[in-house]
């Protein structure tokens, strides 16, 4: 089992950029697919990006391509989520979630952070 928590979120307005990280526990996290995923109240949870073992290999949600960037550190455990021109439809609770299966791209997460609020106002 890997702990994950988010951090970086804040509130901020449309056009702006946010950083978002995912520190994980111990020295696991090069045994993990990684993704990032939001959800905004009263909607289904998102998948946003996705990013293999080493790094090497990124996939992304249609509405946030070319805006949003993910990518990792596995030396420091550290897994992040770039967002560039940020738009009031980005506003949500963004998760990062760790996948123990070897499949690419994953079927599914199994661990999960606790989230990070993105609010962008208009």
């Known amino acids: 089992q890997v702990q994950l928590v988010e951090s970086g979120g804040g509130s901020v307005q449309a056009g702006a950029n946010l950083r978002l990280s995912c520190a994980a526990s111990?020295?696991?996290?090069?045994?993990?697919?990684m993704g990032w995923f939001r959800q905004a109240p009263g909607k289904e949870r998102e998948f946003v990006a996705g990013?293999?073992?080493?790094?090497?290999?990124?996939y992304y949600e249609d509405s946030v391509k070319g805006r949003f960037t993910i990518s990792r550190d596995n030396a420091k455990n550290l897994v992040y989520l770039g967002m560039n021109f940020l738009k009031s439809e980005d506003t949500a609770v963004y998760y990062c979630?760790?996948?123990?299966?070897?499949?690419?791209?994953?079927?599914?997460?199994?661990?999960w952070g606790q989230g990070t609020q993105v609010t962008v106002s208009s």
């Open positions: 979630a760790a996948a123990r299966s070897a499949r690419w791209p994953p079927n599914d997460y199994d661990y």
């Open positions: 111990g020295r696991t996290l090069n045994n993990y697919n």
């Open positions: 990013i293999s073992r080493g790094g090497s290999t990124t």
